[in-house]
C-alpha cells in the first residue's frame, strides 16, 4: 500500500512538471507518437499525447494511447487518429512483449479514439466500443475521417472508416490471462459511448474522456453538464481508483481529476446559474470569471465555448 501511495504521488508530481502544452514540441521526433509509452504501474503502458489540438506536428496524437500487457495477448485501449498512430502504437508494443495484441478498445465515437481502428481491423483484431459510439462512428466517420485528413496530409494515407466489431451496453469483461479487465459505461458524461477501463485488483482505472487534469476540457453541443456530474459522484469516484489514466494528460490520482473535471463543472455551472439569475444573457455569459482554471492548457481555446454551451443549456433547467 506504501508503494501505491507513494506511486501515486509521484505520478501527480510529475504531471504537475512536466505537463504538454502547445508551446512543447515533439516529445519523441522519431516516431508519429508525441511521446515514447512507458509503465505507469507493473503491465499498463501509455504514450501521452500532447494537449492542444491536432495537428500535423502531433500527428493527431493528442490524447492518451495505452496498452495492458497480460499473460495471454495484449489490450490497447484506444485505435489512435490515424493509421500511422495505431501502426507505431503497434511497433513500441512489439518492443515490450512478445505478446499479439488480442483486443482494442474504442474509449468513445471521437476521430482520435477511433481513427486507426482501421489499421487494426487489417490485423485481425477486435475491436470494442459502447452502443453509442459505434452509432457516432457510423453517423460521423467520414466527417471525422475528412477533418483529420484536413490537417494530417500525407500522415492520412491508409487510414479509413472502421465500425467497431464488438458493442456493448452496460460493461464488458475484458479480462485476459492472469488480469481482470472490465469495460464500464457508467453514465452519461462527456461523450456518447464513453467508457471506463477498470482494472480492480490494482486499482487503476483508464477513464477516458471522463476526467481531465492537465488541460480544459471541452464541452460539446451533446454534453450533459448535470448528468457528467452525476455520473462522477454515483459511479466514477465510487470506484476508489488509485491511479488514473486520463484521455489526455499524464497519469495521476483521483484528487487531480475531481479539481479538474468534476469540480470544475460545477464551478462553471454556478457561475452561469448565478449570472441568469440575475439576469443575464448569452453574450454576458462568455464574460464570467474561469480565471481560476486559466493556466490549464487549451483554456484559451475553449473557456468561452464551455460558457457559452452551458448557458444555453441551463438556461431551459
Known amino acids: 500500500m506504501i508503494q501505491r501511495l507513494t506511486l501515486a504521488l509521484g505520478l501527480s508530481a510529475f504531471a504537475l512538471a512536466a505537463q504538454s502544452s502547445e508551446d512543447i514540441p515533439d516529445q519523441y521526433p522519431q516516431s508519429p507518437l508525441y511521446s515514447k509509452p512507458y509503465e505507469v504501474i507493473p503491465?499498463?503502458?501509455?504514450?501521452?499525447?500532447?494537449?492542444?489540438p491536432?495537428?500535423?506536428?502531433?500527428?493527431?496524437?493528442?490524447?492518451?494511447?495505452?496498452?495492458?500487457?497480460?499473460s495471454d495477448g495484449v489490450v490497447v485501449i484506444n485505435g489512435g487518429a490515424a493509421a500511422i498512430l495505431a501502426e507505431a502504437l503497434h511497433d513500441e508494443i512489439r518492443q515490450v512483449t512478445d505478446q499479439p495484441v488480442k483486443l482494442v478498445i474504442d474509449e468513445n465515437g471521437q476521430g482520435h479514439a477511433v481513427l486507426g481502428n482501421s489499421y487494426w481491423a487489417a490485423q485481425g483484431v477486435p475491436i470494442l466500443a459502447h452502443a453509442e459510439a459505434a452509432e457516432a462512428v457510423e453517423r460521423d466517420g467520414f466527417r471525422l475521417l475528412e477533418a483529420m485528413r484536413g490537417y494530417n496530409r500525407d500522415k492520412a494515407e491508409g487510414t479509413e472508416v472502421q465500425l467497431p466489431t464488438i458493442t456493448f451496453e452496460?460493461?464488458?469483461?475484458a479480462s485476459m490471462g492472469d488480469t481482470r479487465i472490465e469495460v464500464l459505461h457508467l453514465g452519461p458524461a462527456h461523450s456518447p459511448g464513453d467508457i471506463q477501463v477498470w482494472l480492480p485488483d490494482q486499482g487503476l482505472v483508464i477513464a477516458g474522456d471522463m476526467a481531465f487534469h492537465e488541460r480544459m476540457l471541452p464541452i460539446f453541443a451533446d454534453t450533459d453538464t448535470a448528468a457528467w456530474i452525476e455520473t462522477w459522484e454515483t459511479a466514477f469516484?465510487?470506484?476508489?481508483?488509485?491511479?488514473?489514466?486520463?484521455?489526455?494528460?499524464?497519469?495521476?490520482?483521483?484528487?487531480?481529476?475531481?479539481?479538474?473535471?468534476?469540480?470544475?463543472?460545477?464551478?462553471?455551472?454556478?457561475?452561469?446559474?448565478?449570472?441568469?439569475?440575475?439576469?443575464?444573457?448569452?453574450?454576458?455569459?462568455?464574460?464570467?470569471?474561469?480565471?481560476?482554471?486559466q493556466h490549464l492548457d487549451t483554456f484559451e481555446e475553449l473557456a468561452t465555448k464551455?460558457?457559452?454551451?452551458?448557458y444555453e443549456q441551463m438556461e431551459f433547467e
Open 237 to 293: 469516484e465510487p470506484l476508489g481508483a488509485t491511479y488514473v489514466i486520463p484521455g489526455h494528460g499524464h497519469p495521476t490520482n483521483m484528487d487531480q481529476v475531481r479539481r479538474y473535471t468534476h469540480d470544475y463543472l460545477v464551478y462553471l455551472r454556478a457561475k452561469i446559474g448565478a449570472h441568469i439569475d440575475e439576469g443575464g444573457d448569452l453574450a454576458g455569459a462568455y464574460y464570467i470569471d474561469q480565471s481560476p482554471y
Open 306 to 310: 464551455n460558457a457559452g454551451l452551458v
Open 54 to 70: 491536432p495537428t500535423y506536428e502531433n500527428s493527431g496524437h493528442n490524447n492518451n494511447l495505452s496498452f495492458i500487457v497480460t
Open 170 to 173: 452496460d460493461s464488458y469483461d
Open 43 to 52: 503491465g499498463v503502458w501509455t504514450a501521452t499525447g500532447a494537449t492542444a
